[in-house]
């Protein structure tokens, strides 16, 4: 049996613990990843004096790597352009679907209800025009990740 345990408090921030009894492996997994570059190493609590010693150990490791490695960028953050997000806004994009004799645009806010359930709403450029259709699926976005 193989047992993960994810905490998400920051002082458990980048460690997991990893138990797996079938090879006798239990310890604490540092791992963070910073301009692509993947930083990871464990800490088994037979080589660091059991399970709150590799904590801390690991602890210090992690505070470490934190301390001389930049900021994480965040692609999907609010305001800021990719590829994958043109509007600058999580959960709210453009959408151009084309056949042979129309073509529809739209702006579609997206969110999760809850777990495996995904919503959306729809607003028409042709019906609100470009600023408008935007900031409604702004507003909806906002109110559905509220509910």
């Not at 193989?2 to 920051?10: H, L």
């Not at 090879?23 to 464990?42: E, P, T």
């Not at 529809?104 to 609100?128: D, H, I, L």
Request: proline share 3%.
């Amino acid at each position: 049996m193989v047992k993960f345990i994810f905490t998400f408090d920051m002082d458990s921030y980048a460690i997991s613990r990893i138990d797996l009894p079938v090879i006798r492996s239990h310890g604490w997994q540092v791992r963070l990843r910073r301009q692509g570059r993947q930083f990871s190493k464990f800490f088994s609590d037979g080589k660091y004096g059991g399970i709150e010693s590799a904590l801390r150990i690991a602890r210090a490791y992690r505070d470490e790597l934190l301390a001389k490695l930049p900021e994480p960028e965040r692609a999907g953050a609010e305001g800021k352009l990719t590829r994958r997000n043109v509007s600058g806004v999580v959960g709210v994009s453009r959408i151009v679907i084309k056949s042979r004799t129309s073509r529809y645009e739209f702006w579609q806010a997206t969110w999760s209800s809850g777990p495996g359930v995904r919503r959306r709403m729809k607003f028409s450029v042709r019906r609100y025009g470009e600023e408008r259709a935007f900031e409604l699926a702004c507003v909806a976005r906002k109110r559905g990740e509220r509910k």
